[in-house]
Protein backbone atom coordinates (compact mmCIF):
# COMPACT_ATOMS: atom_id res chain seq x y z
CA UNK A 1 0.00 0.00 0.00
CA UNK A 2 1.29 3.50 -0.66
CA UNK A 3 2.95 5.05 2.35
CA UNK A 4 1.40 8.62 1.78
CA UNK A 5 -1.36 10.47 4.06
CA UNK A 6 -4.77 11.44 2.90
CA UNK A 7 -6.77 14.42 3.12
CA UNK A 8 -4.60 16.75 4.93
CA UNK A 9 -5.25 20.21 6.67
CA UNK A 10 -2.03 21.90 4.97
CA UNK A 11 0.75 22.74 2.55
CA UNK A 12 4.21 22.89 3.33
CA UNK A 13 4.51 25.44 0.40
CA UNK A 14 2.25 27.96 -0.43
CA UNK A 15 1.76 31.51 -1.00
CA UNK A 16 0.77 32.45 1.94
CA UNK A 17 1.04 30.72 5.81
CA UNK A 18 -1.57 28.79 6.64
CA UNK A 19 -2.09 29.64 10.94
CA UNK A 20 -0.06 27.51 13.02
CA UNK A 21 -3.52 25.13 13.87
CA UNK A 22 -3.58 23.91 10.66
CA UNK A 23 -0.24 23.41 10.18
CA UNK A 24 0.09 21.37 13.34
CA UNK A 25 -2.28 18.76 13.07
CA UNK A 26 -5.38 18.15 10.57
CA UNK A 27 -8.57 15.81 11.58
CA UNK A 28 -7.52 13.32 9.09
CA UNK A 29 -4.07 12.99 9.60
CA UNK A 30 -5.15 12.84 13.76
CA UNK A 31 -8.28 10.29 12.69
CA UNK A 32 -5.64 8.03 10.29
CA UNK A 33 -3.14 7.77 13.25
CA UNK A 34 -5.72 7.33 16.11
CA UNK A 35 -7.81 4.41 14.42
CA UNK A 36 -4.26 2.94 13.54
CA UNK A 37 -2.30 2.79 16.71
CA UNK A 38 0.42 4.14 15.38
CA UNK A 39 2.13 6.83 13.69
CA UNK A 40 1.16 6.62 9.61
CA UNK A 41 3.15 9.44 8.38
CA UNK A 42 4.47 12.77 9.94
CA UNK A 43 6.27 14.08 7.29
CA UNK A 44 3.94 15.23 5.12
CA UNK A 45 5.41 16.40 2.04
CA UNK A 46 4.77 13.67 -0.28
CA UNK A 47 1.15 14.37 0.30
CA UNK A 48 0.39 17.08 -2.03
CA UNK A 49 1.68 16.46 -5.83
CA UNK A 50 1.30 18.68 -8.70
CA UNK A 51 -2.41 20.00 -9.55
CA UNK A 52 -4.04 16.50 -8.44
CA UNK A 53 -7.09 17.43 -6.55
CA UNK A 54 -8.43 15.36 -5.04
CA UNK A 55 -5.72 13.21 -4.80
CA UNK A 56 -5.29 9.43 -4.37
CA UNK A 57 -5.43 9.70 -0.62
CA UNK A 58 -8.08 12.04 -0.60
CA UNK A 59 -10.02 9.75 -2.72
CA UNK A 60 -8.81 7.11 -0.56
CA UNK A 61 -9.95 8.85 2.93
CA UNK A 62 -13.41 9.92 1.50
CA UNK A 63 -14.37 6.65 0.31
CA UNK A 64 -12.74 3.80 2.61
CA UNK A 65 -12.09 5.81 5.65
CA UNK A 66 -8.49 5.83 8.11
CA UNK A 67 -8.37 2.49 8.12
CA UNK A 68 -6.84 2.36 4.87
CA UNK A 69 -3.99 3.10 5.57
CA UNK A 70 -3.21 1.23 8.33
CA UNK A 71 -1.10 -1.42 7.19
CA UNK A 72 0.63 -2.96 10.22
CA UNK A 73 -2.46 -3.68 11.94
CA UNK A 74 -5.08 -6.07 11.27
CA UNK A 75 -7.99 -4.92 13.70
CA UNK A 76 -8.95 -1.25 12.69
CA UNK A 77 -11.82 0.89 13.78
CA UNK A 78 -13.21 4.36 11.61
CA UNK A 79 -16.00 5.57 9.77
CA UNK A 80 -16.82 8.31 7.39
CA UNK A 81 -17.66 11.46 8.84
CA UNK A 82 -21.54 12.08 10.01
CA UNK A 83 -23.27 15.34 8.30
CA UNK A 84 -22.42 17.04 11.91
CA UNK A 85 -18.70 15.78 11.11
CA UNK A 86 -18.70 17.93 8.00
CA UNK A 87 -20.43 20.98 9.34
CA UNK A 88 -18.05 21.59 12.22
CA UNK A 89 -14.93 20.59 9.70
CA UNK A 90 -16.48 23.56 7.19
CA UNK A 91 -16.93 25.84 10.02
CA UNK A 92 -13.56 25.68 11.37
CA UNK A 93 -12.26 25.68 7.92
CA UNK A 94 -14.34 29.26 7.21
CA UNK A 95 -12.54 30.23 11.04
CA UNK A 96 -8.94 29.48 10.19
CA UNK A 97 -9.90 31.35 6.12
CA UNK A 98 -11.15 34.54 7.85
CA UNK A 99 -8.79 34.38 10.39
CA UNK A 100 -5.33 33.94 7.77
CA UNK A 101 -7.45 36.68 5.73
CA UNK A 102 -7.43 39.06 8.34
CA UNK A 103 -3.95 38.61 9.08
CA UNK A 104 -2.27 39.02 6.32
CA UNK A 105 -4.72 41.98 5.87
CA UNK A 106 -3.10 43.52 8.86
CA UNK A 107 0.11 42.91 7.85
CA UNK A 108 -0.12 44.14 4.32
CA UNK A 109 -1.63 47.77 6.39
CA UNK A 110 1.86 47.52 8.88
CA UNK A 111 3.87 47.57 5.85
CA UNK A 112 3.36 50.71 4.73
CA UNK A 113 4.72 52.26 7.18
CA UNK A 114 1.40 54.17 7.84
CA UNK A 115 0.20 52.19 10.98
CA UNK A 116 1.88 53.02 14.84
CA UNK A 117 2.75 49.74 17.04
CA UNK A 118 -0.19 50.09 18.67
CA UNK A 119 -2.25 49.89 15.35
CA UNK A 120 -3.97 53.41 14.89
CA UNK A 121 -3.15 55.06 12.05
CA UNK A 122 -0.70 57.81 11.12
CA UNK A 123 -1.56 58.32 7.64
CA UNK A 124 -5.02 58.83 6.16
CA UNK A 125 -3.84 57.71 3.03
CA UNK A 126 -2.76 54.08 4.22
CA UNK A 127 -6.15 52.77 2.62
CA UNK A 128 -5.40 54.35 -0.73
CA UNK A 129 -1.75 52.67 -0.56
CA UNK A 130 -2.22 49.48 0.37
CA UNK A 131 -5.45 48.65 -1.74
CA UNK A 132 -3.71 47.32 -4.57
CA UNK A 133 -2.38 44.44 -2.42
CA UNK A 134 -5.79 43.60 -0.59
CA UNK A 135 -8.32 42.28 -3.73
CA UNK A 136 -5.76 39.30 -4.35
CA UNK A 137 -5.13 38.31 -1.29
CA UNK A 138 -8.32 36.70 -0.23
CA UNK A 139 -8.40 34.76 -3.64
CA UNK A 140 -4.45 33.68 -3.33
CA UNK A 141 -5.53 32.09 0.73
CA UNK A 142 -8.43 30.73 -0.37
CA UNK A 143 -6.53 28.83 -3.77
CA UNK A 144 -4.17 27.76 -0.76
CA UNK A 145 -6.60 26.22 1.74
CA UNK A 146 -8.43 24.92 -1.52
CA UNK A 147 -5.39 23.04 -2.48
CA UNK A 148 -4.62 21.78 1.14
CA UNK A 149 -7.89 20.95 2.16
CA UNK A 150 -9.12 19.38 -1.57
CA UNK A 151 -12.46 21.73 -0.52
CA UNK A 152 -13.30 24.63 -2.48
CA UNK A 153 -12.61 27.41 -0.28
CA UNK A 154 -13.80 30.89 -1.45
CA UNK A 155 -15.65 33.81 -0.58
CA UNK A 156 -18.91 35.18 -3.00
CA UNK A 157 -20.40 38.17 -3.36
CA UNK A 158 -23.23 40.02 -6.16
CA UNK A 159 -21.33 42.98 -5.94
CA UNK A 160 -17.95 41.46 -7.47
CA UNK A 161 -14.42 43.77 -7.63
CA UNK A 162 -12.86 40.83 -8.80
CA UNK A 163 -14.52 38.48 -11.13
CA UNK A 164 -13.64 35.04 -9.52
CA UNK A 165 -15.60 36.36 -6.22
CA UNK A 166 -19.35 35.95 -8.71
CA UNK A 167 -21.42 33.18 -6.96
CA UNK A 168 -22.56 29.87 -8.56
CA UNK A 169 -26.71 29.08 -8.37
CA UNK A 170 -26.17 27.44 -5.27
CA UNK A 171 -24.32 30.53 -3.83
CA UNK A 172 -26.50 33.38 -5.39
CA UNK A 173 -29.56 31.48 -3.79
CA UNK A 174 -28.09 31.77 -0.03
CA UNK A 175 -26.98 35.24 -0.48
CA UNK A 176 -30.80 35.81 -1.48
CA UNK A 177 -31.78 33.82 1.78
CA UNK A 178 -29.15 36.17 3.87
CA UNK A 179 -30.70 39.28 2.66
CA UNK A 180 -34.47 38.25 3.36
CA UNK A 181 -32.90 37.29 7.05
CA UNK A 182 -31.10 39.98 7.33
CA UNK A 183 -34.26 42.15 6.66
CA UNK A 184 -36.32 39.97 8.85
CA UNK A 185 -34.27 40.39 11.66
CA UNK A 186 -33.75 36.95 11.87
CA UNK A 187 -31.61 34.97 14.51
CA UNK A 188 -27.89 34.69 13.86
CA UNK A 189 -25.32 32.68 15.25
CA UNK A 190 -21.96 34.19 16.59
CA UNK A 191 -18.79 33.02 15.38
CA UNK A 192 -15.66 33.82 17.76
CA UNK A 193 -12.83 34.88 15.64
CA UNK A 194 -9.04 35.31 16.61
CA UNK A 195 -7.76 38.27 15.86
CA UNK A 196 -4.10 39.14 14.73
CA UNK A 197 -3.34 40.37 18.21
CA UNK A 198 -5.02 37.51 19.72
CA UNK A 199 -8.07 39.00 21.05
CA UNK A 200 -11.29 37.37 20.50
CA UNK A 201 -13.99 39.29 17.50
CA UNK A 202 -17.51 37.76 18.34
CA UNK A 203 -18.88 37.78 14.66
CA UNK A 204 -22.38 37.18 14.35
CA UNK A 205 -24.04 35.87 10.76
CA UNK A 206 -25.89 33.84 8.63
CA UNK A 207 -25.18 30.47 7.72
CA UNK A 208 -26.30 27.71 5.50
CA UNK A 209 -25.67 24.55 4.63
CA UNK A 210 -27.00 21.27 2.32
CA UNK A 211 -26.05 17.81 1.06
CA UNK A 212 -26.48 18.89 -3.01
CA UNK A 213 -25.61 16.94 -6.26
CA UNK A 214 -24.40 18.32 -9.19
CA UNK A 215 -23.73 17.34 -12.51
CA UNK A 216 -26.00 14.79 -14.88
CA UNK A 217 -25.75 11.22 -15.65
CA UNK A 218 -22.13 9.76 -14.65
CA UNK A 219 -20.97 12.63 -13.67
CA UNK A 220 -22.74 13.60 -10.83
CA UNK A 221 -20.88 14.55 -8.05
CA UNK A 222 -21.99 14.82 -4.36
CA UNK A 223 -20.68 17.90 -2.37
CA UNK A 224 -21.53 19.02 1.36
CA UNK A 225 -22.11 22.82 0.60
CA UNK A 226 -21.56 25.72 3.46
CA UNK A 227 -21.64 28.82 3.69
CA UNK A 228 -21.72 31.76 6.43
CA UNK A 229 -22.77 35.47 5.47
CA UNK A 230 -20.09 38.71 5.37
CA UNK A 231 -22.28 41.52 7.34
CA UNK A 232 -20.77 44.91 6.36
CA UNK A 233 -19.37 46.45 9.75
CA UNK A 234 -19.84 50.35 10.79
CA UNK A 235 -16.74 52.41 10.70
CA UNK A 236 -13.11 52.09 11.80
CA UNK A 237 -13.89 54.33 15.31
CA UNK A 238 -17.02 52.40 16.42
CA UNK A 239 -17.00 48.73 17.37
CA UNK A 240 -15.67 46.15 16.30
CA UNK A 241 -13.35 49.33 15.19
CA UNK A 242 -12.82 47.50 11.58
CA UNK A 243 -11.86 49.51 8.79
CA UNK A 244 -13.79 47.92 5.78
CA UNK A 245 -15.98 50.73 4.90
CA UNK A 246 -12.77 52.78 3.93
CA UNK A 247 -12.81 50.61 1.00
CA UNK A 248 -15.93 49.28 0.57
CA UNK A 249 -18.56 52.14 1.89
CA UNK A 250 -20.51 55.25 0.49
CA UNK A 251 -18.20 58.08 -1.12
CA UNK A 252 -17.89 59.78 2.31
CA UNK A 253 -16.59 57.07 4.46
CA UNK A 254 -14.30 56.32 1.59
CA UNK A 255 -10.21 56.70 2.50
CA UNK A 256 -8.74 59.38 0.71
CA UNK A 257 -7.91 58.30 -2.71
CA UNK A 258 -9.64 54.87 -2.63
CA UNK A 259 -12.44 55.52 -5.03
CA UNK A 260 -9.58 56.67 -7.65
CA UNK A 261 -7.47 53.68 -6.83
CA UNK A 262 -10.28 51.40 -7.68
CA UNK A 263 -11.31 52.76 -10.66
CA UNK A 264 -7.30 52.41 -11.70
CA UNK A 265 -7.69 48.96 -11.10
CA UNK A 266 -11.30 47.58 -11.48
CA UNK A 267 -13.45 50.18 -13.79
CA UNK A 268 -16.45 47.75 -13.76
CA UNK A 269 -16.19 47.60 -9.79
CA UNK A 270 -19.32 46.68 -7.49
CA UNK A 271 -18.12 47.00 -4.22
CA UNK A 272 -19.09 50.22 -3.25
CA UNK A 273 -21.68 52.28 -1.55
CA UNK A 274 -22.35 49.83 1.49
CA UNK A 275 -23.44 50.59 4.85
CA UNK A 276 -22.86 49.42 8.09
CA UNK A 277 -25.35 45.99 8.76
CA UNK A 278 -25.58 45.05 4.76
CA UNK A 279 -24.88 41.67 3.59
CA UNK A 280 -20.96 42.48 1.93
CA UNK A 281 -21.09 38.36 0.50
CA UNK A 282 -20.25 35.30 2.38
CA UNK A 283 -17.58 32.92 2.53
CA UNK A 284 -18.14 29.46 0.85
CA UNK A 285 -16.92 25.61 1.61
CA UNK A 286 -17.60 22.88 -1.03
CA UNK A 287 -16.53 19.49 0.78
CA UNK A 288 -16.51 16.82 -2.18
CA UNK A 289 -18.23 13.56 -1.35
CA UNK A 290 -17.59 10.17 -2.22
CA UNK A 291 -18.96 8.40 0.63
CA UNK A 292 -22.95 7.24 2.54
CA UNK A 293 -22.74 9.60 5.65
CA UNK A 294 -23.10 8.34 8.64
CA UNK A 295 -26.82 8.21 9.44
CA UNK A 296 -28.06 8.79 6.31
Not at 59 to 76: I, K, P, Q
Amino acid sequence: MRRKLVLLFFSLVTAVALPTGVMAQSKALADVNESCGYDVITDCTGCHYGDISPTWEQTTYLTDGACAFCSEVTSCSSAPPTEADLLADARSTTNAYFETLFRNFMKSMKETGMMNPDGSINNPNIFAEVFPRCPELGPIIASDFSRSTGYLVRRVTERTRNSRNTPDDWELEQLNKFEEMAANGDARTQFNITKPDGSILPTKEFESFAMVTEGKGKDTQNYFRYMRSITMPGMPNEPPFLPCLKCHGTLDQLGPGVADAVQAAYPHDLSMGYKKGDIRGAWTIKIPIEFKLRGH
